[in-house]
């Protein structure tokens, strides 16, 4: 999965619009213009794609932690230069405030089950032992889950 993709996904699970998105990136102190975030959501077929860099999507999901969570005291961190799907998980897990039992019920609602030794492999270090490279499919069908339990449901509900 590409940091685009990602970023599409999110936009539409949570449905931000352009101004949110750039309110979220401002949250995180970057200024980003409606072009840019116009750019990074078109598929990468269409004319006026943009590629999402690792450090200002690393930028984005601090700035959707901030946004959801609330600015912490202090220096905010440094985005990461170079992202993988295990950092991307666990952004998204603090911004969404998900303990492992609320990542495993999103899982199984997008038909994945993973034990939850699997997951805590995902969030260790990557020196350690036990960790584990989060794959594409994993992350994936995190996603979907998530877009079911923030936005799918949300619609099922009976009126």
């Known amino acids: 999965m590409t940091n685009n993709d990602i970023l599409r996904r999110l936009r539409y699970t949570f449905d931000f619009s352009d101004s949110k998105m750039i309110e979220i990136f401002r949250l995180a102190d970057h200024q980003v213009t409606r072009a840019q975030v116009s750019g990074w959501l078109k598929k990468e077929e269409d004319a006026g794609y943009l590629r999402c860099s ?33 950092i991307i998980f666990r952004k998204l897990k603090i911004a969404l405030n998900m303990t492992a039992e609320d990542i495993l019920d999103v899982m199984s609602e997008a038909n994945n089950q993973i034990s939850k030794h699997e997951l805590s492999a995902f969030f260790r270090k990557p020196d350690h032992q036990n960790y584990r490279d989060c794959q594409d ?3 994936r069908n995190f996603l979907s889950g998530v877009q079911y339990k923030y936005r799918d449901k949300q619609k099922k509900l009976p009126v």
């Open 137 to 139: 499919q994993v992350l």
């Open 54 to 86: 690792d450090r200002e999507f690393a930028i984005f999901l601090n700035g959707l932690i901030n946004d959801m969570r609330g600015k912490k005291e202090g220096a905010a961190p440094e985005p990461e230069r170079v992202l993988n799907n295990n």
